[in-house]
């Protein structure tokens, strides 16, 4: 899975949440996403990082 992401959106997601959209994308693209659910198909449940 390929992700792309604004590095000025990313450095205000650090600031402001204390993570980065590539931690993000590792969240998204590895073996980390347990479930996506079933209500709504944008929101995931990352279990494991």
């Known amino acids: 899975m390929r992700f792309d ?4 959106k990313s450095e205000l997601l650090l600031d402001n949440r ?5 931690e993000v994308s590792a ?7 347990e479930q996506i659910k ?9 279990i494991g990082y």
């Open 18 to 22: 204390g993570y980065s959209l590539e």
């Open 38 to 46: 079933q209500d709504d198909p944008e929101q995931f449940l990352a």
């Open 27 to 33: 969240v998204l693209g590895g073996e980390y996403v």
């Open 5 to 8: 992401w604004d590095s000025h």
